[in-house]
C-alpha cells in the first residue's frame, strides 16, 4: 500500500519512519522540501514536490501538520490535493478546531474523496512502536485500507461516530491534561517561593488522586529534556478547544488563562521546549526578576 504523509515535524517523521519498517510505500510531503528529501534519503521514501503529487502519488494520504492555517493550506486550491482526491482515502490525523475539520471534510466529500478524522494520543516513542490510541470519526464506513493502516501505528482503535467527534474528544483530551499542568506550574512556583521543599507535597499528597499527577509530571516540570509536546503547540491545541467551544455558545475562561500561560511562555522563547517546562518559565521568570531587584 502507498501512503502520502504531509507534515514532517516529530509526529510526523515518526509515523513515515513506523510505515516503511511496517512495509508501506512512502511519499512524503513538507512545506521545507529539504526537509522530506533528508528524511526519504534515511527511510528509502519518495518525496513529492506538492501536496496534490503527493495524494495522487498514493492510496491514503495521512495528514500530520501543526495548526489549522497549515491544513488548510495543504487541502484547500491553490496549493492543496483536495480536487485531486476523487477516490482517495484522506486520514487527518492533526490536532485543529472542530470548525475546520468540518469544512475540510464538506470539501474533501464534494471532490469524491474519503475523509477520516483520526487525531491521536501518544507521542514519537508510541508512534515509531505501534502504541498510538486513534481515535477515529467519519460520516462513511471505515474501509478496510484505512483499518490496516490505523493498525500497523495503533495499539487501541476508539470509533467514536460522525465528523467532528473525533477532534472534539482529542481537543477535550489535551485541554484537560494541559490546563492541569499549567495549574501544577503555578502550584509548584507558589511552594518555591515560599521555600517549601517539594517533597513535603509529594508526601501531604501520598495516596491521594493527585500522586500519580506528580509523579507523571514532577521532573518534566522542573528539567529540561527533549519535548514529547512543545509549550507553543500546547497553547495552539487550547486555542482550537476555545474556537470549537465557542461555537457551542460554552464559555471557557479557565482554558483561556492557561492558553495565556502557554503563549505568554511561547513569546519569551520557551516555545520550543517541553510543555510541562510551563513551571519552568515561571520560576525562571521569578529568579530573572528577584535578581534584577538585588541590583
Not at 478546531?97 to 491521536?120: D, Q
Not at 518534566?220 to 514529547?228: D, G, M, N, S, V
Not at 521546549?273 to 534584577?292: A, E, G, S, V
Request: hydrophobic share 40%; with cysteine; glycine share 4%.
Amino acid at each position: 500500500m502507498d501512503v502520502c504523509v504531509i507534515g514532517l515535524g516529530l509526529m510526523g517523521s515518526a509515523l513515515a519512519k513506523r510505515l516503511r519498517n511496517s512495509g508501506y510505500n512512502v511519499i512524503l510531503y513538507n512545506r521545507t522540501i529539504d526537509k522530506a528529501y533528508r528524511l526519504a534519503d534515511e527511510i528509502n521514501a519518495k518525496v513529492a514536490e506538492s501536496p496534490r503529487e503527493c495524494c495522487n502519488s498514493s492510496d491514503i494520504t495521512a495528514i500530520f501538520v501543526a495548526d489549522d492555517n497549515a491544513l488548510i493550506d495543504v487541502v484547500f486550491p491553490p496549493n492543496g490535493f483536495a480536487d485531486s482526491s476523487r477516490d482517495k482515502d484522506i486520514v487527518n490525523m492533526s490536532t485543529v478546531s472542530t470548525a475546520v475539520s468540518e469544512r475540510i471534510h464538506r470539501f474533501i466529500e464534494a471532490s469524491g474523496g474519503n475523509y477520516v478524522e483520526s487525531p491521536v494520543y501518544g507521542s514519537v516513542s508510541e508512534v515509531l512502536e505501534g502504541r498510538l490510541v486513534a481515535i477515529v470519526a467519519s460520516n462513511k464506513n471505515i474501509n478496510e485500507n484505512v483499518k490496516q493502516f490505523l493498525s500497523s501505528i495503533s495499539k487501541k482503535i476508539m470509533y467514536v461516530g460522525n465528523i467532528p467527534r473525533a477532534m472534539a474528544l482529542k481537543l477535550a483530551l489535551n485541554q484537560l491534561n494541559m490546563v492541569i499542568v499549567a495549574t501544577l506550574a503555578e502550584t509548584l512556583s507558589f511552594l518555591k517561593i515560599n521555600e517549601i521543599d517539594y517533597s513535603l507535597l509529594e508526601e501531604l499528597v501520598r495516596g491521594t488522586w493527585m500522586e500519580p499527577i506528580l509523579d507523571r509530571f514532577m521532573k518534566r516540570a522542573l528539567e529540561e529534556h527533549p519535548p514529547r509536546f512543545r509549550i507553543e503547540l500546547a497553547a495552539k491545541d487550547l486555542q482550537s478547544f476555545i474556537e470549537s467551544a465557542r461555537i457551542k455558545k460554552l464559555n471557557t475562561p479557565i482554558t483561556a488563562a492557561a492558553m495565556h500561560r502557554y503563549l505568554e511562555a511561547t513569546l519569551h522563547n520557551y516555545g520550543d521546549k517541553d510543555y510541562p517546562n510551563i513551571t519552568k518559565y515561571i520560576i525562571d521568570t521569578i529568579h530573572k526578576q528577584n535578581t534584577k531587584t538585588k541590583q
